[in-house]
C-alpha cells in the first residue's frame, strides 16, 4: 500500500487538514512532543558512577 508509505508535512495544522479534506484523505494528526533537555557537562561523560 503505497498511501501508507507517503508522508506530508505542512506548516499548520489547517493546511494539513484542508489538504485531507480536499483530497479526501483520512488523516491523523501527530502533535510533538516536548523533550526534557538535561544540562550536562563534559567531565559527565568520565564520571565513574553512571
Given at each position: ?6 508522508k ?18 483520512d ?14 557537562s563534559?567531565?559527565?561523560n ?5
Amino acid at each position: 500500500d503505497t498511501m501508507s508509505e507517503v508522508k506530508l508535512e505542512f506548516s499548520t495544522r489547517e493546511q494539513a487538514i484542508n489538504y485531507a479534506k480536499k483530497n479526501n484523505i483520512d488523516y491523523y494528526i501527530i502533535e510533538p512532543q516536548k523533550r526534557k533537555i538535561i544540562k550536562k557537562s563534559y567531565t559527565d561523560n568520565f564520571l565513574k558512577n553512571k
